[in-house]
């Protein structure tokens, strides 16, 4: 009981204290100068500072563009992936100039227009040019963008199936892919996930007899300069087919064909021998050398040496192994794809060699 006495009487003393301070301040004759407002110089020091911190802003801005410039994706691959670089410069472009326009205002103004004793702000309600001027060139800029991605996106998107359209349907499944090419008729049979059976992976339709030259491969193989379109199917959930070098990403959606194409531009051997992958390569294979190292000393083997290939990725999230879903692309010249197409066994063979295996 005397220690809750004691308590009591040291909280009361300290609340005592606390009042006779603020009577204190009360007496006090107020000064001149309220510490709670800007004086001219703690205006002055702030315009200043946010002109110094839009110097530095701006410097760092430019120097991070010029140092990690050398991230950017190399020479695009495909037919429209220059048009679909051109775009993203464009936007980026647009970007910074309104971005350094508007931050320049900002911090100028700020600065131009900082507090001083005697100074009163202007009352400027609105004024209906600007606001039509500011509105309108927006707009103007952003669908003449969206106008000219249209014309890219209906280019990859509409692609006109004839004699020398190379059709290939592309499988996802977790956690891999699967290329399917038409055979000598250029027409890729019917399939559906409710035929998948032992070695018909794909699930082709065997009483459809478009489908029995038709050749299915882990490896896609693409000619050079020449159109190619892809069907997309999905045996179990929602993948994403991604070229990164083609410039090309389509969904793969369970329960449904999408499709999009593209043209190669540059064989796997010349972006291989490329001024920036040769670099990279170098860059990638001395750090590989590096871990290897580490990993000798502890008794493993070293790391092989990399070596660039197109790769077809998957963008979605798709489960466990998702990481590693990727297919690798050969992109060739005519006569090497149809050389390799040439020496894949068909779809039929492959049935009819099961039936003879069976028969046995």
């Not at 090419?181 to 890729?188: F, I, M, Q, R, V």
């Not at 670099?279 to 070596?307: C, F, H, W």
Request: charged letters at 25%; proline letters at 2%.
């Amino acid at each position: 009981m005397t220690v809750f006495l004691i308590i009591i009487v040291i909280a009361l003393l300290g609340i005592t204290f606390w009042q006779m301070s603020k009577i204190l301040k009360l007496s006090k004759s107020q000064s001149s100068e309220d510490p709670t407002i800007a004086s001219d110089k703690d205006n002055k020091i702030q315009g200043y500072l946010m002109l110094a911190f839009l110097i530095v802003f701006n410097i760092f801005m430019f120097y991070n563009f010029w140092s990690y410039s050398k991230f950017y994706l190399p020479e695009a691959a495909s037919a429209h992936g220059e048009e679909y670089d051109r775009l993203m410069f464009i936007s980026i472009g647009l970007i910074m100039v309104v971005q350094v326009l508007t931050q320049f205002l900002l911090h100028y103004f700020s600065f131009k227009y900082k507090g001083e004793k005697g100074k009163k702000a202007y009352f400027y309600a609105d004024n209906d040019k600007l606001e039509f001027i500011w509105t309108i060139i927006p707009v103007i800029v952003l669908a003449g963008l969206i106008i000219y991605g249209l014309f890219t996106w209906s280019e990859i998107m509409n692609v006109e199936e004839d004699e020398d359209t190379v059709v290939i349907e592309l499988y996802a499944y977790q956690f891999g892919w699967k290329a399917r090419y038409a055979g000598e008729d250029n027409t890729l049979g019917k399939a559906n996930v409710r035929f998948i059976e032992g070695i018909n992976t794909v699930g082709i339709d065997e009483s459809d007899s478009y489908a029995m030259d038709d050749k299915i491969t882990s490896e896609l193989h693409l000619p050079v300069d020449k159109k190619v379109l892809f069907k997309l199917r999905s045996q179990d959930v929602l993948h994403s087919a991604y070229f990164p070098f083609f410039r090309a990403q389509m969904n793969v959606v369970p329960g449904m064909i999408t499709q999009f194409g593209f043209t190669p531009t540059i064989t796997s051997e010349e972006m291989r021998n490329s001024e920036y992958m040769v670099e990279k390569m170098t860059e990638i294979n001395q750090i590989r050398k590096e871990n290897s190292k580490e990993l000798v000393a502890n008794g493993e083997m070293a790391l092989d040496p990399y070596e660039f290939e197109y790769y077809l990725l998957c963008n979605k999230i798709c489960g466990i192994s998702h990481y590693n879903m990727q297919m690798k692309i050969v992109v060739e010249s005519e006569e090497d794809y149809k050389e390799w197409l040439a020496g894949q066994e068909s779809f039929g063979e492959t049935m009819a060699k099961q039936e003879e295996n069976n028969k046995q």
